[in-house]
């Protein structure tokens, strides 16, 4: 079984990545190799932020490592939260109900609710040069995932995270709260990026 480290500890994401991936994969979280430094994230581009999470970590440990990006693009608002999209609301932590509500509140009456999520996801591959592991190598690759769909005007359902009480994909009737992790798990946009992902590696 491959061993790869995901640079999270939020375990929703966790969940939903061990899930998607199966059990050709060992997947390991930050606290499961014991970081639990405060990774910065200052980039201005969701594929900056995946790639200084990843580097970290191959900086520091030196292991097989991804990291992801995801950020919520409304048309109406010229692609805001965007890379913002979890601290939208200000503040240190990531308040989803505080972010719901001023998403809400931009776009008031407007009747332009397109949006669309996207993920990027950073893998740096540890490689091996000799048969003894002592000389490696890293591969880098980048993977992106995006489903679209509109914002709701009001809140629907009780599952899943973040803006997914207001965001309803293209195709379907019900926000990603109320599909339900099994559905959603196939056609999020992390869904397609680990997809990706997981293609790729399975290759390897």
Known sequence: MQTIVFATNNQ??????????GEQFNIQSLSDIGCHADIPETSDTLEGNAMQKAQYIWDHYHVSVFADDTGLEVEAL????????????????HDSEANMQKLLHELAENNNRRAQ???????????????CGCTSIKEVHEFEGI?????????????????????????YDTTFAELGMDIKNHISHRARAVGKLADFLKKQ
Do not use: M, W
């Open 12 to 21: 929703h994401k966790l969940d939903e990545i061990r899930s998607i991936l």
């Open 78 to 93: 010229n692609g805001a939260p965007g890379v913002f999209s979890a601290r939208y609301a200000g503040g240190e932590g």
């Open 117 to 131: 999520f996207r993920t990027v996801i950073a893998l740096i591959l540890k490689k091996d040069v000799c048969p």
């Open 147 to 171: 489903v679209t769909g509109q914002i709701t005007r009001e809140r629907h359902g009780n599952e899943g995270f973040g803006y997914d009480p207001i965001f309803q994909p293209d195709g």
